[in-house]
């Protein structure tokens, strides 16, 4: 009998690495009784997630997910970074507080021994409190949907900040991610020269310090400003040139005093979203940001930006002349005679458009009156839209969440009667819908291009209805 040949011992190093990086720490180190060749692989371990989701040290996803973290927690993740010899191509830490109980100091011994291990690649903070630990709570039934444009939910009641993060001089920094803190940058910061993708959620930091923060980060390409529950004190105003900036994504509050993209000439990819809470200056700052916009080829838009504008007088000055895709957020309950004239110079500033990803909400049934002046608003033909006329190929419209599905089809007849180059109309909609009534009233209307094929579908099933 041939003996067995031990090949495990003779993988290569990075081989080895690659398998316990798929591994919790606890049985990464287990491994060290395989043979003597990997008694000090674990210790090479290129990346760690740690926290209330994806938990690097073993424990279970629930002990995090209802309940805190304590010292004694984060002193073992001290430990445990202190084996390892680094550098780390990522770091991840995910934390519920109690908000009396937040332990600032050891995350700062944490972040600078980071540092002494060589620093990190990818660095992801996120930081959530709570008044008192919570007990476990079922998932909202619509979290598994398939929806085309996401939907942002918050299952906490918000809090401000109360971690102090004092970023060392991570000099290898590529993608930086904090949520839900204060963030400090050093004496005599120099920037990180290597970052590329910044996105700062809900994080307390000085107007002086973010611009430092993105005037010595010129080689970012994305860069994620969250700030719809943050009170900024002062309020922020802020100047961006970031020659090779590709991808902006803004939620702003009222207490955003301005945004205004001066120099980005790669932007390609906006995501703009607002506070529900609309007011004049909000529609001043909405407006001033979608002014900057001018050169991107998608635009993503979020339920109150329609709302936020219909407070600005008409005309805007915005345009959007190599758009090429839009997917925006429209709450059909909300729609009047302000938030249509905006619905409608928003496509005449997309001269171009191409394709259009189109969400409807509906939180409370509609009156009559609603839905007449929806069909007198949207279903006439339109003139002046040259995207309707040159351009718009491909419709996708996503009717889940929609309390009254007949209004939603008032939108869809809107472009089947005014997109002349249309090609595809895609319907998303429920099961609980009556999909033959919505077949029906498609069939009587007037197509005006006769490629348009409509397609009508379901997590189940799938209907091609002929309108021709």
């Known amino acids: ?20 990086s798929r591994l919790v720490v606890k049985e990464a180190v287990r491994t060290s009784v395989l043979a003597r060749s990997w008694r000090h692989i674990w210790t090479l371990l290129p990346s760690l997630r740690l926290g209330r989701y994806r938990d690097s040290l073993g424990d279970t ?3 995090f997910d209802h309940s805190t973290v304590s010292s004694t927690w984060i002193q073992r993740v001290n430990h445990l970074v202190s084996s390892l010899q680094g550098p780390f191509l990522l770091f991840e830490l995910s934390l519920l507080f109690v908000l009396d109980m937040v332990p600032s100091n050891l995350l700062q011994r944490l972040l600078h021994l980071l540092l002494q291990k060589g620093g990190v690649q990818t660095l992801d903070l996120s930081f959530s409190y709570s008044d008192k630990v919570m007990p476990p709570q079922p998932a909202p039934f619509f979290l598994n949907l398939p929806l085309p444009v996401p939907v942002p939910l918050r299952l906490h009641s918000y809090h401000s900040p109360k971690v102090k993060v004092w970023l060392p001089p991570f000099h290898s920094l590529k993608v930086l991610q904090l949520e839900g803190c204060q963030l400090v940058l050093p004496n005599e910061f120099q920037g990180f020269h290597s970052l590329t993708a910044l996105s700062l959620s809900d994080v307390i930091i000085s107007n002086h310090h973010l611009h430092l923060l993105l005037d010595t980060s010129k080689n970012l390409t994305t860069f994620k400003f969250y700030a719809r529950n943050l009170d900024l004190v002062p309020d922020l105003s802020l100047n961006i040139s970031l020659p090779l900036l590709t991808n902006v994504n803004f939620e702003i509050n009222e ?7 001066v120099s980005t000439p790669l932007l390609e990819q906006a995501y703009i979203s607002v506070g529900n809470f609309e007011s004049k200056k909000l529609a001043r700052v909405t407006l001033g940001l979608l002014n ?10 979020d339920s109150h930006v329609l709302e936020t504008l219909s ?8 345009s959007f002349p190599q758009l090429k895709c839009l997917t925006f957020i429209l709450k059909v309950d909300t729609l009047d005679k302000r938030t249509c004239d905006v619905f409608h110079w928003l496509l005449k500033s997309m001269p171009f458009l191409e394709e259009l990803h189109l969400q409807l909400l509906s939180f409370s049934k509609q009156t009559e009156g609603v839905a007449t002046l929806m069909r007198e608003l949207l279903v006439k033909k339109q003139n002046g839209f040259s995207c309707l006329n040159q351009s718009l190929k491909r419709v996708t419209i996503s009717m889940y969440l929609l309390l009254k599905l007949m209004s939603g089809l008032t939108v869809v007849k809107f472009f089947l009667l005014n997109a002349k180059m249309l090609k595809l109309m895609k319907i998303l909609y429920s099961d609980d819908d009556d999909e033959l009534s919505m077949i029906e009233e498609l069939k009587k209307v007037e197509v005006a291009s ?3 094929k409509v397609v009508m579908f379901n997590i189940r099933t ?3 209805v002929d309108v021709k």
């Open 1 to 20: 009998m041939a003996e067995e040949v031990d090949r495990i011992s003779f993988l290569p190093e990075d081989i080895k690495i690659s398998i316990l």
């Open 450 to 452: 006769s490629d348009a």
């Open 61 to 63: 996803c629930n002990d």
């Open 311 to 318: 407070l600005h007088a008409l005309p805007f000055s915005f």
């Open 462 to 464: 799938e209907v091609t």
């Open 255 to 261: 207490m955003v005093d301005k945004i205004c993209l």
């Open 292 to 301: 900057g916009l001018s050169m991107v080829s998608s635009l993503h838009l």
